[in-house]
């Protein structure tokens, strides 16, 4: 996308780290609020966040007043305040923490940095500074052993472009906080697969996309059709303040050969003022340059693609064009009746009146958070949130009544690997953590995105030398299900208990698509993990497209493509010795003592232990029939049966369809199956790097090397989880695909972790016993019911009125309710 590198930013949401290395003690220096989508990652195909919003926003007519800030607020949404049992170790840096790396990074004139506001294409700069994660060991023994905090390390990320070879550096910085003293760097090697002679720098495919890939190359070329382009779609794509046009491809770039070889394509340009519908609006010509090395002059153009017809030069093209019978093709081009996502339509029948909401109970909040540590209790759960530039939200030290669950769960990387006639669809794989979803974890909009109650957090990122908070981008909040999460009823007693959960969630918009990612705790001991995705999808042009994508308008294909996001789930079940048990349901022929002579057709249970990580990659089975059990050999329960938590698809998964893809080949081989289980290792602490997509031959992080055949017996495992959907966008995802259909999860419970279901300890439950007729009592376990007209009258319950038919006695109605057992 033709993004400017360095954007001004908003002084409203930012912290200038320089300014806060003069004052390095203010640690509790806050960025004030408002924030705007005002920051872009460089980038390539991605359709990047534009800064500005073309056209007048004022023109709309806002329906709602701002809130009258004297009025009380309906809700005190805080939760109770707690204090952390220990420091969040996951947490992200202070802002003196970060101030004083930036300070000391600018001093080291190895790195011979320049500020970011006046960093050119050619100049180093800090593109990153965060936490890095504390190692397990020193973790646990900071939180189970009394131990010393874990020494605070940053992670640097060098944009290194000062050279004919640009490339990025990973750095380990510290110890924190940073003093000229003790100060050191080396290359953050540790958690890359490749190790070799990189030192950890990734090479930089993308140090020109900004500036002169446009300038120099793709306008150039636009401007060398401009006359088919017009006689086309009336446009041009000069970087004009009048273009109607843009030009961006594919993601990750052609890497074959040593060669790096681009494809393009022209899009219109939304019409409509507001509404971001350009990867809606393909248009159908394409052309291929080799950009290899930052020569510019170097650089080929080798063709053009119209009409699924190669043209090997622009001449070629041009005489083709001109040519009489030359087919040409319609364009898309947005209106708001099918690109705009404001209501249209006929108002369904009573649709205008307020629609049932949820709301807090009569004494608030039911959780505490530790709002400074990160920290939640919610009825027997506790854990800490931890925050990347990365991947976002992650959760840490997730115990359930004191006992750890899991040390550590959180997406690690997302894919969304598209395919298609065209050679831009054909080589789409956005592997999202490049783009990052800490930086697009906007606010998140209370009672639409969250239940308007509520509680919410900050999250921060880093950018060109200043730290920007998204206020409010998590939310916490209980939820009562539309169902119960136990009943049963009888001839004499009905019980029933709430199915209230808890969530935690955060939304990153990246590019095109807004992923919501839900962590839910119920009152079992389950937890669930939830990933919905909706906003614009990416389409095609329609010609010669349908074996990719269903045609959803004249001129417009969606074009398929696959979700996978890949979360760790680091398991500790009753400590760090851990196996997995495949359990499976299996068709049987057998005899019994019993059974004569005679062979009975039924089935049994088959269980197993995955051995190694040689058996350690495999997928859901069909028909659900294998049970994957994370346990603990060395903990059984009482009856002899060992301890654990069963994981499985909570709503559909998906792991890859392309096999041995052309587009990520080794950068993304974490797809590649649903469930992948290994050792827990220091130098293995996430399945992908940022920058696996400038090198997909030879990616930093190559997941597939995680499996080196190690024992999985009573060892600290991993379980990588893949959550995806197999898209393939109808009608129905304009403008916008849907929440309620783009959807994948997956569940942790409980199996035989406890002797009973743990839900029976709440006390929001009911019990009615009635008989003739009349409930004869309620149990509310001491829950007072309140006089809210809106509560439900328990005393109300009568159970099966009878009316006699033979002989018939319409007069004598009386109460009796049946059951089987
Ligand atoms: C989030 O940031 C805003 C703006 O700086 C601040 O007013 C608010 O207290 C912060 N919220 C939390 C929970 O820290
Ligand atoms: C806001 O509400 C207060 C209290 O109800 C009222 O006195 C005040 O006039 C209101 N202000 C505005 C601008 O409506
Ligand atoms: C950027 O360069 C200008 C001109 O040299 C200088 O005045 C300014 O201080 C520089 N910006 C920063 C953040 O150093
Ligand atoms: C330092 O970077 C500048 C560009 O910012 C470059 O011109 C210069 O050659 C670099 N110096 C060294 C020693 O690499
Ligand atoms: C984690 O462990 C690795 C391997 O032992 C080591 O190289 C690295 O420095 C440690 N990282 C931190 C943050 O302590
Ligand atoms: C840690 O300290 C607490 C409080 O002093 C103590 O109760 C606990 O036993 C200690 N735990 C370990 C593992 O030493
Ligand atoms: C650290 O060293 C740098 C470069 O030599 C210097 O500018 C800075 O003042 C020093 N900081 C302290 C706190 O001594
Ligand atoms: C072509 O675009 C120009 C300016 O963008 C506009 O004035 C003109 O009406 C357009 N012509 C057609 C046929 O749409
Ligand atoms: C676009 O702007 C350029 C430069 O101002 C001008 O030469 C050109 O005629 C404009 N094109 C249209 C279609 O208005
Ligand atoms: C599709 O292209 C045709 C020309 O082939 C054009 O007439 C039509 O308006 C386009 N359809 C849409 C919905 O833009
Ligand atoms: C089962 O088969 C054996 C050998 O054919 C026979 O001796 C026995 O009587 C049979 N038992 C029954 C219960 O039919
Ligand atoms: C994957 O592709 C590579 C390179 O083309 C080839 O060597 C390898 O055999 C392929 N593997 C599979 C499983 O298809
Ligand atoms: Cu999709």
Redesign the pocket.
Known sequence: MRVPEQLPLSSAVTVSLAVLGLLADNVSARPSPEPKASWVRKGSGRKAISNTLKGKRDARISTLSPRNETQASCFDTSAVAITAPKLNVWDQLQDAEAAGVVAWLFAQPEFNLTVAENATAWDNSVLLVEA????KT?ALAYVDNNGTA??R?AKVVLDMRATDSPYYQDL?VGPLPISNATATWQPLT?PLTKKDNDQGKVRNLDADSSDALYSDWLYPISASVADITLDLWNGTALGLANDTLDIWGIDPLWQEDGRVVRWDTFWNLPTEALFDAETLLPLGLFFKSDVTGRDPSQWRLEGWLYNNIFYETTEAFRTAYFTPGFVKHGANVEDASWAGTDQQGAVMPLDTLAPPTSTLGAQGTRFSVDAAQKYVEWMDFSFYIGFSRDTGISLHDIRYKGERVLYELALNEALAHYAGNDPVQAGTAYLDSYYGFGPYAFELVPGYDCPAYATYLNSTFYVSETVHTHVNSICLFEYEADFPIQRHSTTAYVAATKNTYFAVRSVSTVGNYDYMFTYTFFLDGSIAIEVRASGYIQSAYFAHNDEYGFRIRDNLSGSMHDHVLNFKADFDILGTANSVQLMRNTPVTTAYPWSGNKTRNTMKLARTFVETEDQGRFNWDANALTQVLVVNQDEKNVFGEMRGYRVLPYTGTAHLTVENSSTVVNAARWAEYDVQITRQK??EPKSAHAYNSQDVHDPPINFADFFDGESLDQEDLVVWLNLGMHHVPHTGDLPNTVFTTAHSGVQFMPSNYFTIDQSRNTVNMVRLEYSDGKTTAVDTFGQSKTDDICEADLWGYTGDVVVRKFPYDPNDPYYETDSIV
Request: charged share 15%; glycine share 0%.
């Open positions: 890095i994660q504390p190692n020193d874990p020494t390390w380990m540790y220091d130098t």
